[in-house]
């Protein structure tokens, strides 16, 4: 079945150092989401990608979906403590079947 | 807050047993989704509703059903319970249904502890 994997399941970065997390599809994506989930929090929606080759920027994140649709990275420059979490990854299917990635938790190291 | 709203917050039950989990969606908000959260598998996609009817179905066991009522609130039945189905269960909820824009939103989830 269409799978979502992302990597790396785990990054530990030093504070200020740069972090990417990637996702890629078995599949072509209709569209991708991306979320982030706090230690003992619900995930929370960041940004949803729809065309290809798009990149968005939100403050020190970048989101890309790459030109075939089967791929996107979050890419986070200069890292804040405040930006520890999981991020997830959601492709959506032509089919409008959700798929998340397994997530890449993020640790951050003062 | 999202403004989604999920009870109870824990479960603990036994093997063979049957529980009901309950998501009021945020205000507006047409569509509920469920999600099982367990350490090893990640967020798995268990099935959507939109309006009342089924939109979506993903992972979900035979043994697992839902459905959404008229008030837009939804619930998730889990019969047959099974140690392996110990688990976070998140209930989601959006404006619209996936293909188009569909910000999700997610409530608190309820732990699911089976003994």
């Known amino acids: 079945g269409q799978q979502v994997m992302q990597i790396p399941q785990y990054q530990h970065v030093q504070e200020g150092e740069d972090f990417t997390t990637y996702c890629n599809s078995s599949?072509?994506?209709?569209?991708i989401q991306w979320y982030k989930q706090r230690p003992g929090g619900h995930p929370v929606f960041l940004i949803q990608?729809?065309?290809?080759?798009e990149v968005k920027k939100q403050k020190r994140l970048t989101f890309q979906f790459g030109e075939a649709k089967k791929n996107s990275s979050l890419h986070i420059t200069a890292t804040q403590t405040t930006d520890v979490g999981t991020y997830f990854c959601?492709?959506?299917?032509?089919?409008?079947?959700?798929?998340f990635g397994k997530g890449t938790r993020l640790h951050i190291l003062p | 807050d999202s403004g989604v709203t999920q009870t109870p917050k824990h479960l603990i039950t036994a093997t063979g047993q049957r529980v009901t989990l309950r998501c009021s969606p945020r205000?507006?908000?047409?569509?509920v989704y469920w999600y099982q959260q367990s350490l090893d598998q990640g967020l798995q996609f268990l099935i959507q509703?939109?309006?009342?009817?089924?939109?979506a179905k993903g992972n979900i066991l035979e043994r697992f059903s839902a459905q959404q009522f008229p008030d837009l609130h939804s619930e998730l039945n889990l019969s047959s319970l099974e140690l392996g189905d110990s688990a976070l269960y998140f209930c989601?909820?959006?404006?619209?249904?996936?293909?188009?824009?569909?910000?999700?939103?997610f409530g608190p989830g309820t732990r699911l502890t089976v003994l």
């Open positions: 989601a909820s959006s404006f619209l249904w996936t293909g188009s824009y569909n910000e999700q939103f």
């Open positions: 990608l729809v065309k290809s080759g």
């Open positions: 205000s507006g908000d047409l569509s």
């Open positions: 959601a492709g959506v299917n032509r089919d409008d079947k959700i798929i």
């Open positions: 509703y939109y309006n009342g009817e089924e939109r």
């Open positions: 599949t072509t994506l209709s569209n």
